[in-house]
C-alpha cells in the first residue's frame, strides 16, 4: 500500500467528528480534480459524502494494487507447481510418503508437521487445477487463490525443513565426570536457517563497503548459526552452502 492510499484509509477509519474536514477534501480533490464537489463537502462539512467517494477511490487502488500483485504471484505460481507437485508425486508413489525410519520417536509436535503437509498437498492439486480454469480470468479475482496458493508452498517448506532436520538424541551413556554434547533443537535450527536467509542480502551489501566492522560482526553471527545447523547434520544443500561460502563463511 502506497502513502497516498494509507492517508485514504486513515480518513476511512477515522470517526466522523475526528475527520478534519478540509484536510481530507484536498485529499480528495488531489485524486479527482473535481472542485465543484470539494467546495460543497467542505462548505457543507459533508464527512459522509467525502468517505463515500474517497471509499470508491480507495477500492479501485486497492483492486489496482492487487492486480500488480497478482503477476508476481503468477511466477511464483509456476515455480511452487514446478518444484512442489513433482515431490509431492514421488512422495505418493512411495507407501510412507517421505515418512521418516524414526517417525515414531519423534515428539507430538514434530509428527504434526508430517500430518498437516499430508492435508496441504491436495488443497494445493485443487487451487493450481481451480487457477488452470481461471485463464481468462481478472488479475484481481485469480489473485486471492495465488496467494493462498504461494502461503500453503511456504507453510509446506517450512513443515518439511523442520521434520526433515529434527533430531532424536539417544540417552547418552554414563561417561563419569564429562556433560554430554547439547544437540540443537527444531526450533532453533529453524531460528538459525531464518537467520541466514534474513541477512544474507545485508551481508552482502556490507561486503562492499569501506568499513568492514560491520561486515565482519554480521559474518561472525552468520558462522555461528551455519556451524549449529552443520552440527546438527540439518541438511544444508550444496548449492546453499556455495552461496553462503561465497559471502566469505567457511563450511
Not at 185 to 213: F, H, V
Not at 227 to 243: M, P, R, V, Y
Request: charged share 35%; with cysteine.
Amino acid at each position: 500500500m502506497d502513502d497516498l492510499t494509507g492517508e485514504i484509509k486513515n480518513v476511512l477509519d477515522a470517526p466522523n467528528e475526528q475527520v478534519d474536514i478540509e484536510k481530507a477534501a484536498l485529499l480528495l480533490l488531489k485524486l479527482n480534480r473535481n472542485r465543484i464537489l470539494y467546495e460543497s463537502i467542505v462548505r457543507r462539512k459533508n464527512v459522509e459524502k467525502l468517505k463515500y467517494e474517497l471509499q470508491k477511490i480507495y477500492n479501485y487502488r486497492m483492486l489496482d494494487d492487487a492486480a500488480k500483485e497478482s503477476k508476481t504471484l503468477e511466477k511464483t505460481a509456476v515455480t511452487v507447481v514446478q518444484k512442489t507437485f513433482p515431490k509431492a508425486e514421488k512422495r505418493e508413489a512411495t507407501e510412507t510418503k517421505g515418512m521418516r525410519p524414526d517417525h515414531e520417536q519423534l515428539p507430538e509436535e514434530i509428527k504434526a508437521k508430517y500430518t498437516e503437509n499430508l492435508n496441504i498437498f491436495p488443497r494445493m492439486r485443487k487451487l493450481h487445477e481451480h487457477l488452470k480454469l481461471m485463464n481468462n480470468a481478472l488479475p484481481c479475482d485469480r489473485y486471492p487463490l495465488l496467494k493462498e496458493l504461494k502461503e500453503l508452498d511456504e507453510q509446506l517448506r517450512r513443515n518439511w525443513d523442520e521434520y526433515d532436520a529434527f533430531a532424536v538424541v539417544p540417552p547418552a551413556p554414563p561417561t563419569g565426570d564429562t556433560p554430554p554434547a547439547t544437540v540443537p533443537d527444531a526450533k532453533e535450527i529453524s531460528a538459525a536457517r531464518k537467520y541466514l536467509s534474513d541477512n544474507k542480502a545485508k551481508l552482502a551489501e556490507l561486503r562492499q563497503q569501506d568499513d568492514q566492522s560491520k561486515y565482519l560482526a554480521l559474518l561472525d553471527k552468520m558462522q555461528q548459526r551455519l556451524d549449529l545447523l552443520l552440527k546438527a547434520n540439518a541438511g544444508i544443500s550444496d548449492e546453499q552452502l556455495a552461496e553462503l561460502t561465497g559471502l566469505g563463511l567457511y563450511a
